[in-house]
C-alpha cells in the first residue's frame, strides 16, 4: 500500500465482505509494526500493532500478519462495515522505537453498501 | 482522559506571519511528537522530545521552525515567517515510554499560508 504522488491506493470492498491491506515495509532492522486508521478530519488512530517477534496478532476483527522475509505487513478486516471506510497507515520502527514511528503513504479502504 | 489537545484546530494566516500550533499531550506519557502531514509526503515526523528534552529535530524542514516543550504539559512549534509551502496538517502525538509503543494523536490543525 504504497502511494505514488497525490493519488492513494484505493480498496473497494462490499460491507460485510473481508478486506485485506496490504503494506511494504523499507527497514530490514524494523522490530515494531503499528496500523492506523485516520478518518477524514481526523487524526490516527491506534487500530493493533506487532512486534517482530510474532508473525500474526488479532484483535476485534482485525489480524496483523507480518512476514519478515519479504518485509511485508497486512492488516486483515473481516465483515467490513460503513465506519471502517478509512485511510489505513502501516507504519515502522526500529532500535528499540526510541525515534518514534515512520509512516507508509496509506491505502484509501471504501466500504460499499 | 481528554487525549492529546491541539489548538488551533484550524488557522489561515498570511505569508511572513508567525504561527504558533500548541499541544497538550496525555497526563503521564513521556514523550512527545510533531508530525506534518501532507497529500504529497504523507505523515513526517519534524521532532520529538522524551521527557521535555528535544532528542531528534532532524525533520524540521528549516530554521523557520522551532518547537519547544517547556514542561511536561505543554508543547509549542512555532513557524516564523510562514510561507504557503507550510500549509498542511500537522500533529501532535505522546506515549507513555520512550520505546515501542503506540503513539496517541491530536486531531491536529489544519495550516492554510496564503
Known sequence: ?113 | DAGVIQSPRHEVTEMGQEVTLRCKPISGHNSLFWYRQTMMRGLELLIYFNNNVPIDDSGMPEDRFSAKMPNASFSTLKIQPSEPRDSAVYFCASRTGTTNEKLFFGSGTQLSVL
Not at chain 1, 473497494?12 to 523499507?26: K, L, R
Not at chain 1, 486483515?76 to 528499540?96: K, L, N
Request: charged letters at 15%; proline letters at 4%; a neutral charge.
Open chain 1, 1 to 113: 500500500g504504497e502511494s505514488v504522488g497525490l493519488h492513494l491506493p484505493t480498496l473497494s470492498v462490499q460491507e460485510g465482505d473481508n478486506s485485506i491491506i496490504n503494506c511494504a515495509y523499507s527497514n530490514s532492522a524494523s522490530d515494531y509494526f503499528i496500523w492506523y486508521k485516520q478518518e477524514s478530519g481526523k487524526g490516527p488512530q491506534f487500530i493493533i500493532d506487532i512486534r517482530s517477534n510474532m508473525d500474526k496478532r488479532q484483535g476485534q476483527r482485525v489480524t496483523v500478519l507480518l512476514n519478515k522475509t519479504v518485509k511485508h505487513l497486512s492488516l486483515q478486516i473481516a465483515a467490513t462495515q460503513p465506519g471502517d471506510s478509512a485511510v489505513y497507515f502501516c507504519a515502522e520502527s526500529f532500535g528499540g522505537g526510541a525515534d518514534g514511528l515512520t509512516f507508509g503513504k496509506g491505502t484509501h479502504l471504501i466500504i460499499q453498501p
